[in-house]
């Protein structure tokens, strides 16, 4: 158990310069060719969250959850689900798109989730100040919970490292496994309360179902950001617990996966 968690914790401590100096590259590189660079990620958020908007007050109304305005409810789940959606496509795939220098030179491969990771959460943490203004729009600045806010988004971070551990070296030597983790991701955004609410479920006949969904840490998330942005509440601790034993669950397997295949990703991508 414990030599392939040291394993990785020594790959990104070994390599923490290059980790950061790969991350910002990564980051600059998707917008390098605009005038505007970085500016372009939160113009098309913008777009996304009015499109989004539109469609839910066109469906639903302004009727949101947990005592919600509907577009107060809507973005403190959008905007973390932007961050969240990001990783699981791009970094799950740091391994696999980086064959060249896996099969070329020696690299710390382990590290290139992370690197991706890392980029990504650079680009996307001002996006949150997306659900700031929208709080104040709807008089709720003095409800935000810096601390709580903080910790969300370290959970997220280890949630996501953890899972692109994993996944990502499953899917650089399986494309089976791959096809079939695109069809979950498919899906993945209408399993997450972000346009409904989990409280629509309970006492009704699809309240199991509910309590199902729950076993997705992601659920913790999102819900976690609306109590720190909006309902300052904190989530029961025994789904607390839960949380973290998943992820410290998923950060072994994945750096156990990722320590066993070492010696086979030159041959298999």
């Known amino acids: 158990m414990f030599p392939s968690v040291r394993f990785t914790i020594n790959e990104y401590i070994q390599n923490r310069k290059l980790l950061i100096k790969l991350a910002y590259v990564h980051m600059s590189q998707s917008t390098i060719r605009s005038t505007w660079g970085v500016v372009w990620v939160y113009i098309h958020d913008i777009l996304y969250f009015t499109a989004f908007v539109l469609f839910r007050i066109l469906l639903t109304g302004n009727s949101g959850g947990d005592g919600m305005h509907g577009v107060e409810y809507l973005m403190t789940g959008l905007v973390p689900w932007l961050l969240i959606s990001e990783v699981l496509n791009s970094a799950t795939n740091a391994i696999r798109l980086n064959k060249v220098i896996i099969q070329s030179i020696k690299f710390p491969i382990t590290i290139l989730p992370g690197v991706e990771v890392l980029s990504i959460f650079m680009k996307r943490l001002p996006s949150f100040l997306f659900i700031v203004v929208v709080c104040i729009y709807y008089g709720h600045l003095a409800n935000i919970h810096v601390l709580l806010a903080l910790y ?105 996966v990722q320590r066993r295949m070492q010696r086979f990703y030159s041959d298999f991508i």
Do not use: C
């Not at 972000?194 to 199991?208: D, H, K, P, S, V």
């Open 152 to 256: 969300y988004i370290f959970a997220t971070f280890a949630i996501l490292f953890s899972a692109t551990l994993l996944f990502s070296a499953i899917i650089a030597v399986s494309d089976d496994f791959h096809q079939i983790y695109m069809a979950f991701m498919r899906v993945l955004f209408f399993s997450l309360p972000i346009m409904w609410n989990f409280r629509t479920l309970e006492g009704t006949q699809y309240a199991f179902w509910g309590r199902i969904l729950k076993l997705n840490p992601l659920i913790y998330i999102i819900q976690g950001f609306r109590d720190a942005f909006v309902l300052g509440n904190t989530q029961p601790m025994e789904y607390t617990v839960y949380f973290w034993g998943m992820t410290l669950a998923v950060f072994w397997f994945g750096s156990f």
